[in-house]
């Protein structure tokens, strides 16, 4: 677990660089990359998906309205055309970035089985709980493909 806690310290730090760039948090990106996979996503849903309390992601989510990033109509939240925009043009090309760097030196093979183990260990987790965590599609699941319960 203390590698586990490692990794994503060191890719948070490298993401916040970027993020910073266009004057977005960590917590901004999370939000903002649950939404372009999914529609009719509520608050709720968003939290359940990028692991954020479902007062923090509604507040998050109304700084993101105010800059004209996110709509949120009644229950329902997605991206506005330039949050989508910003998404894909700019943020998912530095994300993919990150992620390379991150696995520099690692196949295909090593990157398949890095994915593969910590999905198991969360669905293992969350068996325990007696709770499941919220699936994800292919597209969100990465390079594997593989999704909490495609294993």
Known sequence: MYYMA???QGYHANMAVQLRRHGLKHADWRVMATL??????????VAAYAVLERSFVSCVAAALERRGLLDRRMVHVQLTRVGLSLFRDVMQPKFAERLAEAFYGIGQAGRTQFLRTPSSMMHNVYRAASSFPPELNEEMAGPAGRGPRSL
């Open 36 to 45: 372009p996979y999914r529609h009719d996503l509520t608050i709720g849903d």
């Open 6 to 8: 490692h990794i994503p």
